[in-house]
């Protein structure tokens, strides 16, 4: 078996580029929760932002913000003090 049927295809920056586009876009929201899963997300702390991300949708039904979402991970356990916060606000 070769290198590439071993492993799973990801990009880093398409995970960031979806992750950010959700903070940009609310009529995003819908479309990408119907279409995606955090399974989709090889970067863990991306697959735990989706998911934050979605129980912020599923609960307020309105847009996610970088604050809602740290607030989330913090609740969650999944929050990075040292890193986190610029890692959120770069997306």
Known sequence: MD???RKMPSSVEAEQ???GCMFISDESLPVVFNNLTAECFFVPA???MFEAMQKIFEFSRGGIDPVTLIETLKENG???ENTGKEYIFNL
């Open 78 to 80: 999944n929050y990075d």
């Open 3 to 5: 290198e590439f049927s």
């Open 17 to 19: 580029s979806v992750l």
């Open 46 to 48: 991306h697959r735990e």
